[in-house]
């Protein structure tokens, strides 16, 4: 889910139907000067009722804003202070999920849009930077939501669906 300005969206002039993914519930159109970082916050306490969402993983693009509310909301929070430096130590598990098609991001495409408008630069180095295509009208905060939650994607648990079902119809009620 993403939050934008309408503010922004007035002067921007996206080609991309935001409207329409606004309708579709993909995203959340404000007309504040800024998004309130409640708004974000709140759409995480909703998801944690939904997928038990226990911790927030996020650059530090504004998280000192939203670290006390996060907190506050019994989230634990962890920025990652060098993103670039991230983006290529994930770039090997990155481009084999995308290569294997592991990722899936059904009928989202605003996923897909952010997706699409990821450079891919290589440094001197060989490490790998995902960059924004054009700095203002190419939106990537979905793709680098994506990469900073395959950060600590270790951390997720594997549940069997099946030994669960087969334990719950074991139960007499």
């Known amino acids: 889910h993403s939050f934008a300005r309408k503010g922004y969206l007035d002067v921007a002039n996206l080609k991309p139907p935001i409207k329409e993914w606004e309708k579709q519930g993909l995203l959340t159109?404000?007309?504040?000067?800024?998004?309130d970082p409640r708004h974000v916050v709140n759409w995480f306490v909703e998801m944690r009722e939904r997928y038990g969402?226990?911790?927030?993983?996020g650059d530090n693009f504004r998280m000192d804003l939203m670290r006390p509310l996060f907190e506050a909301e019994g989230f634990e929070l962890e920025?990652?202070?060098n993103p670039r430096a991230a983006h290529s130590l994930l770039a090997p598990r990155i481009e084999?999920?995308?290569?294997?098609?592991?990722?899936?991001f059904g009928d989202n495409p605003l996923m897909r849009w952010y997706t699409n408008n990821v450079a891919v630069k290589i440094k001197p180095d060989g490490n790998k930077e995902y960059l924004k295509k054009d700095e203002h009208r190419r939106k990537t905060d979905g793709f680098q939501a994506f990469v900073h939650a395959l950060w600590r994607a270790d951390e997720i648990e594997d549940i069997d669906v099946e030994e669960v079902l087969n334990m719950l119809n074991a139960i007499a009620f």
């Open 29 to 35: 159109i404000v007309d504040e000067p800024t998004i």
């Open 53 to 57: 969402i226990q911790k927030v993983i």
């Open 79 to 81: 920025i990652i202070r």
């Open 96 to 104: 084999t999920l995308f290569a294997n098609h592991r990722i899936v």
